[in-house]
């Protein structure tokens, strides 16, 4: 990685880091482009992850493990440019790529339809995010471990939160048609 040309490093590092942003606007262009209400279900898990870590991120900002490393720069979710205004401790990226990921694998596991090629996949998506995440200087590994657990964790909560919404038929319904795609 390190012997790539400087401005193909950045455009990679920038095209990974850009994946949360990504997740939250495809869910919600197909959650309204479907109708699908489990879809929006999701949707609205991302979001809440950001409010959700942004008092652990501003309570964690000036301690030693909250503090982004020193060249960071353009962190937000948005890559909008700029010195970040919360702290690294816990990578929300990490959070969102881990508590999807979560999510997937639980589900299609219940259903009796885990397609384990999707798990390459997934782990591509994991590494390649908290490695641009490390290598754009906006989160130390700790950060990123952080990240990846409170999104295990996070995943969890929207597995089982959404067990009772599956007496909605409509849930049900839209979230078998999501989880149809991937076996």
């Known amino acids: 990685f390190y012997m790539i040309d400087q401005s193909v490093k950045g455009f ?17 262009i197909l959650s309204i482009a479907k109708q699908n209400i489990y879809l929006l279900y999701l949707t609205i898990w991302t979001i809440l992850k950001s409010f959700i870590l942004f008092y652990p991120k501003q309570l964690m900002k000036k301690s030693s493990l909250g503090k982004r490393p020193k060249l960071a720069y353009d962190c937000d979710m948005f890559g909008s440019g700029g010195k970040p205004w919360t702290g690294g401790l816990i990578s929300g990226h990490m959070t969102i790529i881990l508590m999807l990921s979560t999510v997937l694998v639980l589900n299609m596991n219940e259903i009796g339809k885990m397609n384990e090629s999707i798990i390459p996949g997934l782990l591509i998506v994991i590494t390649t995010t908290g490695l641009a995440r490390y290598y754009s200087n906006c989160h130390s590994s700790i950060q990123i471990a952080f990240g990846s657990i409170a999104g295990l964790l996070l995943g969890l909560v929207v597995y089982m939160v959404e067990k009772p919404l599956e007496n909605l038929e409509r849930f049900k319904k839209d979230k078998e048609n999501i989880y149809s795609y991937f076996s």
Not at 12 to 28: K, P
């Open 12 to 28: 990679i590092t920038r095209l990974f880091s850009a994946s949360q942003v990504a997740i939250q606007y495809a869910l919600l």
